[in-house]
């Protein structure tokens, strides 16, 4: 299941917080801020989408992340593969490459990176 814009950029905060309250979610964006009932609207449909937990202290609720960064991202990231590069990680390197315009040093960078992932693998 994947979250909109509003949701992915609350949970980056929350990513970030690792736990946090209402009031610290509501500090943690840039001016100007988002009603709390739209935080609260989205920390609803978070919870049913199992990305977002909670523990009550009173009527306070802390809310936590069930799902880390890394693993979001790394579906998010195969479902693109999948949907516009024909499930070939290769043309989504190739298309990578080509048009985020890298320099040289960080095309380097990607090979020792690839290098190290295949020496792993042997």
């Known amino acids: 299941m994947k979250l909109s814009r509003a949701e992915e ?6 990513w970030k ?3 946090a309250f209402m009031k610290d979610l509501l500090e943690a964006y840039d001016e ?7 935080i609260s609207t989205l920390l609803k449909r978070m919870q049913e989408k199992e990305f977002v937990g909670y523990e ?4 306070l609720r802390e809310y936590y992340p069930l799902v880390s960064k890394e693993n ?4 998010h990231l195969k479902g693109l593969i999948k949907n516009f590069f024909n499930d070939s990680p290769a043309q989504f390197a190739s298309f990578f490459t080509k048009k985020t315009e890298l320099s040289e040093e960080e095309l380097l960078g990607l090979k020792r990176i690839i290098e190290d992932q295949l020496n792993q693998k042997k």
């Open 32 to 38: 100007p801020k988002p009603a709390t009932t739209t």
């Open 56 to 59: 009550a202290s009173g009527k």
């Open 9 to 14: 950029e609350l949970m980056n905060h929350l």
């Open 17 to 19: 917080l690792r736990r």
């Open 72 to 75: 979001y991202f790394s579906k």
